[in-house]
Each structure stands twice: as C-alpha cells, then as structure tokens.
C-alpha cells in the first residue's frame, strides 16, 4: 500500500489546482473559434457563442451571453458588422472585457450601403486572410500570457503551413472547372473574397447580409440580375449555405432551370464530427461541392 502525506499533498495541491484554471476566449464565431483552438491547443479554453449552422447577422443576444463574456480573459470577433448590430462589440463593453477584432489587417472588399459603401465581412473565405485572422490572435493570446508565447508562435506556424497548402490545393481544383462556366450562385453575398481568390464570379439575389442591415435583403431588381446571370453564362448549378434559409435559392433554380449542386458552409462552420467542423475541413467541402457542380 502506498501511503501519500498529508504535506505532500499540501505541496502538489496548488499545481493542480493551477492546472485546472485555464484562461478563457470568448469567440463570436465558429470560424474566429476554431483558428484560436489552433493557437492556444489546450493552454486556453476557447467558448463560442454562435453554435454551428447559426447566422451572425440574424443573432440575437440571449441573457447567458452575457454571463459567457463576462468569464472572458479575452473576446474574439470577426468584425466588419458580420455580428448583425455588433453584438459581440456590445458585450464585451456592457461586461468591461477586452476584445479582439480578427479582420484588422484584412484589405476590404466593398459592399452597396445606403450612403456609403461598406466593407464586406466575409474575409476569411481567402485563405491569405484567414492567415491574418491566425496572425492576430496569435498576437493577442501572447500578450495575454506570454510565458507561454513560443508555444503560440509554433501552433500558429504550422497552421499557416496548412493554409498556404490549402490556398494552393484550391487553386489546382478550380482549375478544373472551365472558365466560363466559373459563376458561383449562392443566398447571400458571403463568397466574394473567396471568387475574388480563385478566379471565379459571384452572384446572389441578396446582399451581404442576411439580416436588415445597410445594403442588406433581396430586391426584384438583384433576383432578376441572378436569373439572366445563371442563363447568360448557362451555369450548370447554383448552391444553398448552411446557416441561410434554402427556398428562394431553391425557387431561382426552378425559374432557371438549373439543379442545386450541393450546399455549402458560409457563415458558420459544420456541427461537431462532420467534415465540415473546422475551417480547412468546411473550405475542403465547398471546393469539392463547387468542383463537382460546375465542371
């Protein structure tokens, strides 16, 4: 039998104890959530608010937000109004948390507001972005704990590794598809970084948002734009997003004629153990959808 003194367990109590308390980040997005997973790995615990399938622009804070921020060290947000209403923004000030905004650094996309344009939230479907995104947390967690910075420096090094080999793997599978027949069609304007990326076109019934935003919503002037787009450059399918209600893109198909080739992740990232969970996997499935629909 082995016998533990009461003092040795006095001694070692505290490391564990020291163990168990791990800072905290508080994410707005299963996107900004997954690429600060693969910075901090297990040295921080990583909260989301958005769940998978949940839209940005149409969320609205419950009471247990709150609650979830104010246990922050850190919070997290995309940026660039993706929150619909700034949300995330709001609960970082109302609970006096720091907040970081990932997209700083990003070189904007414009996007139609009322006055003035506006820049377009969906940065990360670049995959040189989302190394931005990378980049700034990284910078953010070493400057929460920095006795720990090497680490951070080596997990955000091998990841970005793994973007530039997901970036170059992309552009080789959208090679495949003929050039004229590179229109991407989807519900909502969340794709233009990505088509600016990879050599292809977008077009969408509604603007950048889902929600009632500035520059957001369908007219009958955009509808009809997409119809004589997918007509004009006989585009063989248009696609549904995961976090944004399939029917009218559903109804623009029949009026077209053309097939629902697939449906892809855009504002949120898959449920737990589908391909789609993390964003190298949710990019890897919308090429290949993409791939296979239009070539």
């Not at 590179?182 to 076109?201: E, I, M, P, W």
């Not at 929600?211 to 004009?232: F, L, V």
């Not at 053309?258 to 949120?268: F, N, Q, T």
């Amino acid at each position: 039998m082995t016998i533990i003194r009461l003092s040795t367990i006095a001694t070692i109590l505290p490391y564990f104890l020291a163990e168990e308390k791990r800072p905290v980040i508080v994410c707005s997005t299963t996107q900004v959530a997954d690429f600060a997973r693969q910075v901090v790995g297990d040295r921080m615990e990583v909260k989301c608010i958005l769940a998978a399938g949940q839209d940005p622009h149409l969320y609205e804070k419950k009471p247990g937000d709150a609650q979830l921020v104010a246990t922050a060290d850190l919070c997290l947000e995309n940026g660039w109004h993706l929150e619909g209403n700034d949300w995330m923004q709001k609960l970082a000030t109302q609970t006096g948390r720091p907040i970081v905004t990932c997209v700083t650094g990003c070189r904007p996309l414009e996007v139609p507001g009322a006055d003035e344009a506006m820049h377009d939230p969906h940065a990360w479907f670049s995959c040189t972005n989302a190394a931005i995104y990378v980049r700034n947390i990284r910078d953010a967690v070493i400057e929460l704990d920095p006795e720990h910075a090497d680490e951070y420096r080596t997990r955000s090094a091998l990841y970005l590794d793994q973007l530039r080999t997901l970036h170059s793997w992309i552009v080789r599978e959208v090679n495949n598809v003929p050039v004229d027949q590179r229109v991407l069609v989807t519900s909502h304007d969340a794709f233009n970084y990505f088509c600016q990326a990879y050599g292809l076109k977008s077009a969408t019934p509604v603007g950048w948002s889902t929600g009632n935003e500035i520059g957001a919503g369908i007219t009958p002037q955009r509808r009809q734009q997409t119809i004589d787009s997918i007509r004009e450059h006989h585009v063989k399918a248009i696609f549904v997003e995961t976090s944004v209600n399939p029917t009218m893109v559903r109804e623009i198909a029949r009026e077209a004629g053309v097939k629902i080739g697939g449906e892809l992740y855009s504002d949120s990232m898959g449920e737990p153990d589908t391909a789609g969970e993390t964003y190298l996997g949710m990019m890897r499935e919308n090429v290949i959808t993409i791939v296979q629909a239009l070539k």
